[in-house]
């Protein structure tokens, strides 16, 4: 027999679920019903905005992750205390080069590690991430296809030896 909680699950992911159902799952007590609530298809922007508001961030995470969340969704999921919430946000396609610059100046390596690798990251936005003192930012900037050969230059002289080698890799696709 299934649970009251499955049930409700499997009602909310229902492809005829209306906005006025998943906005009731929203205000379910259980983070796991308001998770499935946000995860519809037809989750609005107002519903994305209320789960961007919830105190769980798997819920946050959910609601960022929404293809319907938008640049104003993005900017306010950048400024969550919670790191894997900020990176799902620079991960989206609607993320902006404001919102790539924003991230690389995270506090958290790994959001700045996940900006550099989006792709409407600039050739500025490489040059930034080439002078992170995270060497897996700096790696990731070089193997963006947007690295010129002067980063790749610069990368070939890094200190460390996964930048220099994910130079010498984007080195030889260049002259491919």
């Given at each position: 027999?299934?649970?009251?909680?499955?049930?409700?699950?499997?009602?909310i992911k229902n492809e005829k679920a209306t906005t006025e159902h998943i906005s009731k799952a929203l205000n379910d007590k259980?983070?796991?019903?308001?998770?499935?609530?946000?995860?519809?298809?037809n989750a609005t922007?107002?519903?994305?905005?209320?789960a961007l508001n919830d105190k769980h961030y798997d819920v946050r995470w959910g609601a960022i992750k929404h293809p319907n969340a938008t640049s104003e969704h993005i900017s306010k999921a950048l400024n969550d205390k919670d790191e894997?919430?900020?990176?799902a946000a620079i991960q989206h396609?609607?993320?902006?080069?404001?919102?790539?610059?924003?991230a690389l100046n995270d506090k958290h390596y790994d959001v700045r590690k996940t900006a550099i690798k989006h792709p409407n990251a600039t050739t500025e936005h490489i040059s930034k991430a080439l002078n992170d003192e995270d060497y897996y930012v700096r790696s990731g900037?070089?193997?963006?296809?947007?690295?010129?050969?002067e980063h790749i230059s610069k990368a070939l002289n890094d200190e460390h030896h996964?930048?220099?080698?994910a130079a010498k890799r984007a080195q030889k696709v260049k002259n491919e």
């Open positions: 027999m299934k649970s009251f909680k499955q049930l409700i699950l499997e009602n259980d983070p796991d019903v308001r998770w499935g609530a946000i995860q519809h298809p922007s107002e519903h994305i905005s209320k894997y919430v900020r990176s396609p609607n993320a902006t080069t404001e919102h790539i610059s924003k900037a070089i193997e963006h296809p947007n690295a010129t050969t996964d930048v220099r080698s």
